[in-house]
Every structure is written in C-alpha cells, then in structure tokens.
C-alpha cells in the first residue's frame, strides 16, 4: 500500500498547494515560453522544492509526470553524496550531449549548498556560459551557504512552510477521501506537530490513520505520540513565574513518567512561551533549547531549577565600601600573576551584611565585562552560594591561581554586590548543594554533583 504522503504528491503544478508565489510565475514562464537556464528553490525541509522542481521539469520537456517513471533528459543529482569537483565535472562534460527526448536536459540538483568550493566553481563555468539546452533547477535549505556568484546566475524562488488553515484544509481533503474519521482538535495536533512541513503532516496523519477503529481523538493523539498535555506545560509555566519548586517537581515527574521526551516537552514549552512572551519566562526561553543528548531530563531541570525566576533574586543595595574575605591559600610575593601584575593597593576587608541571593548568569555577566579571562576561569569552576557567601572550588590549580590574584580577585568581589566570595579547597561543601537534592529527588537520587558549567554529575 502506498505511503499517503506519496499518493497524494501533486503530479501537476496545478496541483501544488500552499505556494502560489512560486507557482503562478513558473506557470507564466511555461506559458510565455521564457524559461530561464537556472533555477534555485529556497525554502525549509519538507516544504516541496524537490516536487515542484520534478513536476516544472516534466512540464518544461512536456513529460507524462509519474512518480515511478524516469526520462533520461532529467537527471537528478544529490549534492550531499555528489560534493566533489570530479562529480560536477562529469555533468558538464554530459550536459553537452543534447537531449534525447525532450526538448531540454534538465539537472535537478538537491542540497546544493552541500557542494564543495571547487565543485561550485565548476558549475559556475557551466551557469555562465550553459549550453542552450541545458536547464538547472538547485534546491536548498541553507542558501547562505551557496554563493553569491552562483545565486546571482539563478532565478530565486522562495518557499514557505504552509500555515496551519491551508494545512487543515489540505488534510481535511485526505482524511475525507481516505475515509479517516479524527476529530478537528485531533487534527490541529497534528499539524502542528507536523510543523508546516505537508511531508510530515500528511505521514503523520498516515501513521495515526489506524488508531482507532471510530474517531481519532486528541487525548488519543497525545497518548499515541507522547505529547505533554497542555495542562502540564501550562502548570510548569504558572509554577515557573512563582517560585514554586515543589509544583515544578510534582509536573515534571508526572510529564516525564507518562512518556513525555524531554525534549518534547521543551519544544512544546517553547512554542508555549513564544504564544504569550513575558518577562517573567524570558531566562527559562533562553534555557530551553540547550535541553538535548546527553542527558535531556538533567538540563530540563536545571532549565526550570537553575534560573532566577524559581529563586526570585532580592536587590541588594550597593555597599558603601569593598568586601572581600581572602582567599583560604592567599598568592606569597614570589608567585606571579599569571593575568596580570597585582596592585599596590591593600584590599578593604570591611565587613557588610550579606546578601540572600546570588543570580550566577548575571554575576557571570558582570566578571565578564571587567575580564572575560576571569569569567572564562569562573565558568570552569565548581560554586556554590550558602549563607551570603559564594563558594569557588577550582579543579585545576592554574585556575586558583588565576581567581586568587589580587587583581582579579577584586574583579570577584567588587561583580557581587554585597556577596563575599571565598575560594576553597574544601570539597565537601558541594556534597550537599540544594540544587543537587531537588534534582535527586527528581531523578531517582543518583545525581551525586553538579559541575561547574551546570550539568549534573552522575
């Protein structure tokens, strides 16, 4: 039985839904007879530049247009297993053969960008001066990557992923005629799980077809695909924008026992966010996309644990005078600053009172715009803030020398705002962060620390 999405390719350029911009012109330039040497298709995957690309090449050389049948005069070329200069010099010394059937050959070459430079400076000798019979039609998704030279020699087409109505639209039409009962929000799951991609959406549609012997529901679909329930990132959101760690806990056990990937779940929340942007959401926005292998549940968490919005951070006023409490090894005369030479000035140890919170990317921030090189060092290095007081544990000695610098250690303390910083060689300090034990109590208990850059050590 023949996969849905292949059935119902369009065959015609009549037939091609959704992309009336690329369509209509095409159309005119095969009714006028003014069809250009080169063609290239810009537009995301799944989007049908390669099907718009067969059907306008049947239609140039008046071909039958079947998926099973093949015309020697059109050749197509994959440019991710073709790259070299040898394979592009191969088509041009064929392309002077003349057609043996249509009026054109037409190359249809997919991935363009995938060429390597000397394969594109090959075919750019072909696309300034192409035989009179040789028509190209290139494809691509990143057309950054194709150059100048190349895209300037070419007719530009660009397609778009088709919106959710002329989607809906579209398979309504299939599921009418494939006599697939689903419900209207079942089906709005699945367009948008297909993304604007009529590919995947008409394979979706075929892959949930048989579900159900009456009507495919939406609690169905989102059983059947492990989709998070919409109560469930609405509740991690609510939770989120408060600072209520037992509810994030509680929802995230429960979306990830059910099934749910973590990486679904933080491309739903995404989406989520992205709906109605806040403030309030905007630092778990820029976590969310880091959630992938290796270990997508320890980066979920700390997407939602590891940010300011679950520990709301209390402004502390600017202390009158500079804190510091040194080192635990402080720098002899003889050792050098391996930054920079220290200062002739003593360091104020006068004592201010603590702050509650400490907002570590904001902290990070600060270091780095008086020293990148010190915030470089700090992003290698294990801390954690207790009491009003930021812990450093440095695993490379050379590191502790840097940060131990007078001069850079100052940078340290003057970046915190009220929160003294002591560099340590204790490690037992870290053995019972806070942070480790909400994520143990997620995950089983078998996160044993968290490393410097925030991922969990197992």
């Known amino acids: 039985m023949k996969a849905l ?12 839904v959704g992309q009336d911009q690329v369509v209509k012109p095409l159309e ?12 290239l298709f810009i537009g995301p995957r799944g989007c049908g530049k390669t099907s718009v690309a067969r059907i306008f090449a049947h239609e140039i050389n008046k071909f039958d247009y079947q998926l099973e049948d093949s015309y020697t005069d059109i050749i197509e070329i994959d440019a991710a297993s073709n790259t070299g200069v040898d394979n592009i010099r191969e088509l041009r010394e064929k392309a002077t053969v003349a057609p043996s059937s249509g009026k054109f050959k037409i190359y249809i070459i997919d991935e363009v960008h995938m060429l390597s430079k000397s394969a594109f400076n090959a075919l750019l000798k072909t ?30 087409f ?6 959710p109505d002329v989607m809906k639209a579209h398979l309504e039409k299939i599921a009418e005629a494939e006599d697939i009962s689903i419900d209207s929000d079942a089906l709005d799951l699945v367009i948008e799980r297909g993304g604007g991609s009529f590919r995947d959406s008409i394979s979706l549609l075929d892959q949930i077809s048989t579900l159900s012997d009456t009507k ?8 059947t695909l492990g989709l998070p329930d919409s109560k469930i990132t609405d509740s991690l959101l609510s ?36 709906e109605n942007p806040n403030p309030a959401t905007l630092s778990l926005l820029a976590k969310l996309p880091e959630v992938a292998y290796p270990f997508p549940e320890a980066k979920l968490l700390l997407a939602f644990l590891g940010n300011t919005a679950t ?24 050792q050098k600053d391996p930054v920079s030479p220290p200062p002739a000035a003593t360091h104020d140890s006068t004592p201010v009172s603590a702050a509650t919170t400490l907002d570590w990317e904001k902290y990070l921030d600060s270091v780095r715009s008086s020293s990148p090189i010190v915030a470089s060092t700090l992003g290698r290095t294990k801390h954690k803030f207790e009491n009003g007081k930021l812990y450093l544990l440095c695993t490379k000695s050379y590191d502790q020398k840097i940060l ?26 870290f053995k019972k962060d806070p942070k480790v034990s909400k994520m143990s109590a997620i995950m089983g208990g078998e996160v044993q620390e968290v490393g410097s850059n925030g991922i969990p050590e197992f």
């Open 158 to 163: 660009n397609f778009n992923l088709a919106t």
């Open 404 to 429: 131990q610098s007078p001069r850079n250690f100052d940078v340290l303390t003057t970046s915190t705002q009220g929160v003294t910083v002591e560099i340590t060689e204790d490690e037992n300090l």
């Open 216 to 223: 495919i529901t939406r609690d169905l679909v989102i059983n």
């Open 239 to 274: 939770a989120y924008q408060t600072g209520d760690v037992a509810s994030i806990n509680s929802a995230l056990k429960t979306a990830l026992n059910s099934g749910v990937k973590p990486e679904t779940l933080a491309e739903s929340l995404i989406k989520k966010i992205m």
């Open 311 to 334: 520990t709301p951070v209390v402004s502390v006023p600017d202390p009158a005078t500079k804190s510091q409490i040194s080192p635990t090894k402080n720098p002899t005369p003889s």
């Open 28 to 39: 005119n330039a095969l009714k006028s007879g003014k069809v250009s040497h080169a063609y």
């Open 127 to 156: 696309l300034e001066e192409p035989p009179k019979h040789v028509i190209f039609i290139m494809a691509t998704t990143d057309a950054y990557k194709v150059p100048a030279t190349i895209i300037s020699r070419a007719q530009v």
């Open 5 to 16: 999405y292949r059935k119902y390719r369009p065959a015609k350029l009549s037939e091609v």
